[in-house]
């Protein structure tokens, strides 16, 4: 929960009811799904994109990248979506990326590990992202002393400020000194809001400021940089491709109703949905009719004066007609209400309420964390079945047991039920529930360690796996701190050979 938030109930994790193999064979979640034109998964189960911190610092597939998905294959999910990518060719730290050629290879490999890893039972997507500049939190010394840009409005304002307008004449270097010894008062009196903002939180741009050239472009170059990406994609051998639309990022920037941009790209609905339907038409031009291509995006943005749930069916049916073959649903994780970072570090989006609805915990409101954002894919999905559309939509959120999954289904809720962090503390909870052996899941506290880790961007890794270590263990690797797993513990089947797999 949002720290400030009046309610703060710790809810304990709902009752699991496990299945037997038969009741898992007969279950809507372990049946099959066409998605798209030419593609079957042979479950609805799906894990949704988690960023693990692993990939190069120039973007590239690591054995540890390897070693993760192929983890998250061996409980054979029907869907496993990979991790943000990003589609730009610029340095963006251990984020793996897509913007180049020259980055299929080790995409091909990592696509090669899942199809062994899960025997060909999981369909492989891959997510790709833009997203525009966020920069630390700097030292206010440095931030008077370099970044900040002194202009004349700058002058004016420390001028009336003073009632002294020698300062309308002030040299840079007089600015930059004045500003480095004032109190906290006359700082927030002389700066507007946007340069407070970069003072406290670091510097952020949005998809509205239309002041900078390369901002202003975004709606001639996103397409193709997308398209490219996914073509790079389906080059590596992916089942599909991911849109990445939701969250904190550049196409749920042009999504919300906070973009004010007034070149056809921001303001009314339509115009806000234009780029990411342009992007999509792109996309589609490029990879064929025949191949997937998914969108995420957000059911609810929940930041004051964002887009809600009527934007987010009204663009859900626009997708459709755009020729989406899947929407997986998602909430929240804005940068606008998120929490003041330390200096040196960068603002996350997953702090604030928003970010507390996209990862909710056990300490929550009354309604808890348990399958929260079901109601927005249902609302979703309802318009889309309204209106003639058989698209598939994927709920994510607080998903941890097999019935809570099934009811979803059967209550026609969603097509796909998805689960990140449950699947990070037991990446063979699928396999084990429909092997009949669900007693045995490592269920997820939803106490969100791992978020913290993110944050940080360090290697994620889930508390529960440490746990379980044996320092004769041969196969035990750890992470770059020497202290924590860096996968979970192995398991098969009881009465098989550990490594050993059945289908
Ligand atoms: C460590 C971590 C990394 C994540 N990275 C992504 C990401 O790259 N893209 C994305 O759309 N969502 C990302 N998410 C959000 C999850 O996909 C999911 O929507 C969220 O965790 C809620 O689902 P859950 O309750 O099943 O965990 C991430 C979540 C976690 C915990
Ligand atoms: S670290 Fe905590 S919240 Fe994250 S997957 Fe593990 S148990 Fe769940």
């Known amino acids: 929960m949002a720290s400030g938030d009046p309610q703060r109930i710790r809810h304990p994790l709902p009752p699991a009811r496990w299945p037997s193999r038969d009741e898992a064979a007969a279950a809507r979640w372990f049946s099959p799904i066409q998605i798209g034109q030419n593609l079957t998964a042979r479950e609805r189960t799906w894990v949704p994109a988690m960023v693990p911190w692993r990939a190069t610092d120039d973007g590239l597939v690591t054995p540890e990248v390897l070693d993760w998905y192929a983890r998250f294959a061996e409980g054979q999910p029907g869907v496993l979506v990979v991790e943000a990518t990003g589609i730009r060719d610029v340095a963006s730290g251990p984020l793996l990326r897509i913007g180049d050629d020259r980055f299929i290879p080790g995409l091909r490999r990592l696509v090669d590990t899942v199809r062994e890893r899960s025997q060909g039972r999981t369909r492989l997507f891959i997510q790709v992202i833009d997203f525009v500049a966020v920069r630390r939190r700097p030292e206010p010394e440095k931030f008077f002393g370099r970044y900040l840009a002194v202009t004349d409005s700058l002058r004016a304002q420390i001028a009336l400020g003073l009632d002294d307008r020698r300062w309308l004449g ?20 002389v700066l507007n809001d946007r340069e407070l903002e970069a003072l406290d939180y670091g510097y952020r741009e949005r998809v509205w400021d239309t002041h900078l050239d390369h901002i202003r472009e975004l709606p001639r170059v996103l397409p193709a940089l997308f398209a490219e990406a996914a073509w790079r994609a389906r080059e590596a051998g992916f089942d599909g491709v991911e849109l990445h639309y939701a969250h904190a990022y550049t196409m749920a920037s ?19 949905v ?19 291509v998914g969108i995420r995006y957000l059911g609810d943005d929940v930041v004051e004066g964002g887009s809600g749930l009527d934007d987010a069916v009204w663009f859900g049916l626009r997708f459709a007609e755009g020729g989406i073959d899947y929407l997986s649903v998602s909430k929240g994780g804005r940068f606008e209400d998120a929490k003041q970072p330390k200096i040196g570090e960068a603002v996350y989006p997953y702090t604030g309420r928003s970010g507390y609805e996209c990862m909710p915990t056990v300490i929550s409101d009354e309604r808890g964390p348990f399958g929260r954002n079901v109601p927005l894919a249902a609302s979703i999905r309802r318009a889309l079945r309204d209106g003639g559309w058989s698209t598939p939509v994927v709920t994510s959120g607080g998903i941890t047991t097999f019935d809570q999954a099934e009811a979803i289904l059967r209550n026609g809720e969603a097509d796909c039920v998805a689960a990140a962090r449950q699947t990070l503390a037991d990446p063979d909870w699928f396999r084990k529930i429909r092997l009949g052996y669900g007693a045995q899941v490592r269920r997820c506290e939803f106490t969100n360690y791992c978020e913290g880790l993110d944050q940080r961007h360090k290697q994620v890794t889930c508390k529960l796996w440490d746990r379980q270590v ?23 089947p009881p009465g098989e050979e550990a490594g050993a797999r059945v289908v």
Do not use: C
């Open 170 to 189: 002030a040299s840079d270097s007089e600015v930059r000194e004045f500003l480095v010894g004032a109190d906290r008062v006359t700082i927030e009196t």
């Open 254 to 272: 042009f999504l919300s109703r906070l973009n004010t941009r007034t070149d056809g790209y921001g303001g009314p609905r339509e115009h806000r």
């Open 274 to 292: 234009r780029l990411p339907l342009e992007t999509l038409a792109a996309v589609r031009e490029r990879v064929g009719g025949d191949y997937v």
């Open 470 to 492: 044996d320092p004769a263990d041969p196969t035990l690797r750890l992470a770059s701190d020497g202290r924590r797993r860096l996968s979970a513990p192995g398991w098969s």
